[in-house]
């Protein structure tokens, strides 16, 4: 059992370096580092500092904490007009426009 | 020194054998040829076998809905006599929202029998979230290995839902930035874990998939009394399309056409970390099933269970606009809100009904759950962010990576296609290659089997 003093922790950590990585990626990879994130359990940690956490299946990782209690920020989103303009493409396809549905405008 | 990653990468072949309890040297015939049938029944699982453990699991058997008002929308924009019955297999209503949860339920099972504590894969797709939920189910534990985010920590958010619905499931997710070294990551984790390597590529993955084409064949005989003239299948690391149709052939259903269907996103890199965040859809495009088709084993397990040029008859591209067309349309008409991916063989199906007879039935394969992330609405407010133009037009203003177009009409819907016969000689020119010299006789056969090139065909194609 996790002690209560623990927190769900966000790690990251470089897993190859710019020199180490594989050959045939394009420029705009090769020149990045390959990093990697895991989320699980650490001791007191502070963002932007070393700690190391147990994940959900017991594993230890080591990074750098980029986030504490991380959770999930993707939305449903907004609508774009132009998927507006779809929808009511579709709407009429649907249900043509009767004299009827002018008449009660 | 040896550094962490050659050590690894040179065990490759030893941490494979450890983590799939496969020992895939046994089927080899030669540096090319293997006996693909003997590795597809090594599992030991009959068809039957198959059947119940994803009875037992809650998987499979899922609603065969007819699309009526589709039907009738697609035969009022077609010839006279035209315009087939569409079906669609509603595989979001399998326990993780997909028709992925038939490969990981035999791959849980197989790693159960085993003795295997967990099980590893690597996927962006919904088959992560397949095995997070066999794996629960059986008890095991689970990491999914997952390239999810650019250079700037910018992550895709069909693939953030990914990750969330894994976790929901209690599995650990690795997530990395872009590259082809996750397969490295991959060989870490089962290094480090000793859990079983739930590949999408072993013979039990795609066996799983054959209870779909078997329930696609017998229940549109029990709705229509007539075998399906057309099944469309999403196309992407071939699976789809190998389960399909050695489920269709196993039903005797001989006669219905197996057409592949992948969203263009042809010019963009699949290893570049700028295209990375211009897909819209991150599974079943032509970045995995061009190279997929062409050579199939670039996977990792030693030989891949899905060889889609056996089984495919027709291979067609349509757009990221038309597919989310055809999820709007499905929710409108039919009532049916589900995941856009899924819906990428329905935009075909849009298309290709019109070419047929009326009294003549198309099935789509499947579709797949939806929520924050995947929506509509999410890909493209994320595209335009990432400088996507999204306008109003047809499929023919659809640029990958630049322009998604967002049709007004079914007219403005088409499908593109791909010739078969070109990557057959993609394939047979790599087999080629990988053997370093010209093809024994035997060699021929198998390519003959495995590419469907008549023998005579790659001599002339060869000389």
Known sequence: MADLTDRWTEVQWTVLDTSDRSANLPPETRTTPYVARVRGLAPDPRVGAKAELTTVVGRRVSGVVTELDPGYSHSFGRPLPEWVHMRESIRHLLNPPTDSDEDSR | ?463
């Open chain 2, 1 to 463: 020194m040896t550094s962490r990653y050659d050590g690894v990468m040179g065990r490759r072949a030893e941490i494979l054998r450890r983590a799939t309890g496969l020992d895939y040297e046994q089927f080899d015939r030669g540096s090319l040829a293997f006996d693909y049938e003997a590795l597809m029944a090594a599992t030991g699982y009959s068809f039957a076998d198959v059947q119940a453990i994803q009875a037992s699991r809650g998987v499979g058997r899922t609603p065969m809905l007819e699309m009526r008002r589709l039907t009738e929308l697609v035969r009022e924009h077609s010839p006279t006599g035209y315009g087939a019955r569409i079906f669609v297999k509603d595989e979001a209503a399998n326990p993780s929202g997909s028709f992925k949860d038939r490969r990981a339920a035999t791959s849980a099972e197989r790693a159960s029998e085993l003795g295997y504590r967990g099980m590893v894969a690597a996927t962006s797709g919904n088959y992560g979230a397949a095995v997070a939920s066999q794996a629960s189910m059986s008890g095991l534990r689970c990491v999914i290995v997952q390239e999810a985010f650019d250079s700037s920590g910018r992550g895709q958010p069909e693939i953030l839902e990914k990750a969330r619905k894994c976790e929901a499931l209690g599995a650990e997710v690795v997530q990395t930035t872009v590259g082809p070294e996750l397969f490295f990551m991959l060989l870490e984790v089962l290094d480090q874990t000793g859990f079983f390597n739930a590949s999408l590529y072993t013979p039990m993955s795609v066996q799983g998939i054959e209870t779909l084409g078997h329930e696609i064949a017998t229940e549109i005989r029990e709705l229509t009394g007539r075998d399906p003239s057309v099944v469309l299948a999403t196309h992407a690391g071939g699976g789809m399309a190998t389960g399909v149709g050695r489920g269709l052939r196993r039903a005797n259903c001989d006669g219905a056409q197996l057409v592949g269907v992948s969203v263009n996103l042809v010019g963009l890199h699949m290893a570049s970390d700028r295209d990375f965040n211009r897909k819209s859809f991150t599974t079943g495009h032509t970045g995995f099933s061009v190279p997929f088709t062409t050579w199939p084993d670039r996977v990792d397990v030693p030989r891949n269970a899905a060889r889609p040029l056996r089984y495919l008859d027709k291979f067609v591209t349509v757009t990221q606009g038309s597919v989310f067309f055809a999820t709007e349309l499905l929710a409108q008409a039919e009532g049916l809100e589900r995941g856009p991916a899924g819906n990428t063989s329905l935009a075909a199906a849009l298309v290709l009904a019109r070419e047929l007879p009326r009294d003549e039935v198309l099935v789509v394969t499947e579709t797949e759950y939806t929520g924050a992330g995947k929506t509509p609405w999410a890909q493209l407010e994320f595209a335009r962010a990432m400088g996507v133009d999204v306008i109003a037009g047809g499929s023919e203003l659809d640029d990958p990576g630049r322009t998604i177009a967002l049709p007004e009409s079914i007219e403005q819907i088409a499908v593109q296609d791909v010739d078969l016969d070109a990557l057959r000689r993609s394939y047979l020119k790599a087999a080629t290659a990988v053997v370093g010299r010209d093809l024994t006789a035997e060699e021929r056969r198998f390519v003959e089997q495995d590419a469907r090139v008549s023998v005579d065909t790659q001599e002339a194609l060869v000389s």
